[in-house]
């Protein structure tokens, strides 16, 4: 709350200081959640080994969350810099990224349920 009020008062002087301003803020709490993450991470693992889920399956999964939080962090940077297009690629580079990662596990989930189906 504070850098947001700091980065208004300084807008109006020296925007380049507030954009800069508002991204050391936000690498500064993405640094204080990464224990929390880890965590987060580490339980999902134990819970995919008990259920005897594939590790690739969860690592995959993982990445993808890991693409979209980057992909929406850059693309909010970029937006705070007055940057409105460049934000609209980068969140079109993300999705495009999520989508290559998900392949395998969709092509997984395809071959369970026509698996599934009695044959004719």
Same mark, same amino acid.
């Given at each position: 709350m504070i850098a947001t009020f700091l980065a208004l008062?300084?807008?109006?002087?020296?925007p380049i200081f507030a954009f800069l301003l508002t991204v050391f803020v936000g690498i500064i709490i993405f640094l204080f959640l990464i224990?929390?993450? @880890?965590?987060?991470?580490?339980?999902?693992?134990?819970?995919?080994?008990?259920?005897?889920i594939n590790m690739v399956y969860v690592q995959t999964i993982l990445k993808i969350?890991?693409? =979209?939080?980057?992909?929406?962090?850059?693309?909010?940077? =970029?937006?705070?810099?007055?940057?409105? @297009?460049?934000a609209s690629k980068i969140e079109l580079a993300g999705k495009v990224l999520i989508m290559v990662m998900a392949i395998p596990i969709i092509s997984v989930i395809i071959e369970t349920i026509i698996g599934l189906i009695p044959a004719s």
């Open positions: 008062v300084v807008k109006e002087h020296k224990d929390q993450l @880890a965590m987060i991470i580490e339980m999902l693992q134990q819970l995919a080994e008990r259920a005897n969350v890991g693409i =979209a939080y980057i992909a929406e962090f850059g693309a909010q940077i =970029a937006k705070d810099a007055g940057q409105g @297009a460049m």
